[in-house]
């Protein structure tokens, strides 16, 4: 019997995607669309918000850029293949109607579980109710589907902080899944939160260790499901798809790139001889449609198919990033900066508590002095409070070197068809490390920053301005301190 092809496995198909409206689930309902176009429908999960609607929340997701290829090869599909549920992961039943979650038990035959709450710090009820029991909302949905070929739940690498290496399996849970999920649900919050530190043991923060509780659950129902668990590194811009460098957000390495070169990041927690592990999103989500194939293939239970989706050795170092990107910002230097750009870097927490202070805080207040007196919002404390508290919750992470064993994730490329290879293969080795990086901050600052290029040439003006600026301030520091030492000791 002939092997379908990815694109003849996904028609007809009713597929029901969480967390539609984040970085990848954007990335993955996109090529769907445009590779697998005869696929039946896409039924995606959006909540309201206080302001807009659940459709008017996807609306404005399908405006960003990401989408722009699709509609001009495509026209309409978007609008003819996509069904918006209202819903959120946080609830039970994922606070679907019940027509809404009858009507996927009776079509949907694959599930792709993207939507997880990245915040680091957040209580730990509020973790687990969206990681762990939206996770298990979702496991109980599946099990009422009597057309389900796979279920994909993505997770992330970083899960198992056990060791600073990580295998492609399932490792131990530290607590049990079940009872956290009844902690959450029937403690007072602020007594969990006086026990979270102790509870969640060496995980050092609350979203690691959920994301390790659902995969545990995922194995406790492997007897009962086709599962596939994809564990993505630090996902960054796209490599290729649907455009070269295409981001949305400034989580991760290039978003510290580019918060230098606005001059609003002066000083960082990371070792600079770790190597950190970053995995393009759009090979990360080719990965998780060709597993969804492999698996649906042959649908069988009794086991869970684990892939890290990651990099391995294919980086650079932390300083070398940091030298590429200062070398990157003078070459492209954005118009809208504040300071001339420049980054420090310790693996010491009171270092760069030290230096947070001098160069984040302390220039912050008097900025937003500044603003008061022309009339502007104040609002540069602010920022800089949110980038120390997200630096010291990634700190554990960015001063350890990683290691994640990526061998059954390289090999899904050798299960590809011929005829697939042109729209699925996901090679990584034509671009160096050193490019890709390149890439993300230069159309990082397009994406995101939304600067305009031809502006580049007044961009480099200003900067060399700020440059004399800051070499100015310095040497009048340093000739303040040496008068007062001088008049002191002498």
Known sequence: MKVPTIPDFYSQQHIFVTGATGFMGKV????????????????VLVRNRKDKSAQERWQEATEAQVFDRLKRER???????????????????????????????????????????????????EAVFINLRGSYEVIRLALGMSKL?????????????????????????????????????????RDVSILSAKYRGIFPNTYTFTKNLAERMIWDHRDELPIVIIRPSIVICSLQEPMPGWIDN????????????????????????????????????????????????????????????A?????????????????????????????????????????????????????????????KMIGKKPMLLKVQISIYNAMMALGYFATKTWLFSNEKFLNLRND????????????????????????????????????????????????RRLYWLDRFIKLSFKCFLGFVAYKYFF
Request: proline share 5%; hydrophobic share 40%.
């Open 28 to 43: 993955l309902i996109e090529k769907l669309l445009r590779s697998c176009s005869d696929l039946e429908i896409i039924y």
């Open 75 to 125: 026209p309409g599909i978007l609008e003819k293949k996509v069904e918006v549920l209202y819903g959120d992961v946080k609830q039970k039943k994922l606070g679907l109607s019940t027509e809404d979650w009858q009507k996927l038990q009776e079509n949907v035959s694959i599930i792709f579980h993207c939507a997880a709450n990245v915040r680091f710090n957040d209580p730990l009820p």
């Open 149 to 189: 070929k796979v279920l994909v739940h993505i997770s992330t690498t970083y899960c198992n902080n056990f060791s600073t290496e990580s295998g492609e399996e399932i490792y131990p849970a530290p607590a049990d899944w079940s009872k956290t999920i009844e902690i959450a649900e029937k403690l007072d919050p």
């Open 250 to 309: 400034l989580y991760g390495p290039l978003g510290l790139m580019l918060g230098t070169a606005k001059g609003v990041v002066r000083v960082t927690l990371v070792d600079r001889d770790a190597i950190p592990d970053y995995m393009a999103v759009d090979v990360a989500i080719k990965s998780m449609i060709i597993a969804a194939w492999k698996k649906g293939l042959s649908p069988t239970k009794g086991d869970v198919d684990v892939y890290n989706a």
């Open 311 to 371: 990099s391995r050795s294919k980086g650079i170092t932390n300083g070398e990033m940091i030298k590429l990107s200062q070398k990157v910002n003078y070459k492209y230097p954005i118009n809208e900066v504040l300071w001339y750009p420049s980054l420090a870097s310790t693996k010491s927490e009171v270092c760069f508590k030290y230096q947070a202070i001098l160069k984040h805080f302390l220039p912050a207040v008097v900025v937003d002095q500044v603003f």
């Open 416 to 463: 590809i068809l011929e005829e697939d290879k042109e729209q699925f293969n996901y090679e990584f080795d034509d671009m160096t490390p050193e490019e890709f990086i390149e890439m993300g901050i230069t159309k990082g600052q397009v994406y995101l920053l939304k600067e305009d290029e031809s502006l580049l040439p007044h961009s480099r003006k200003k900067l």
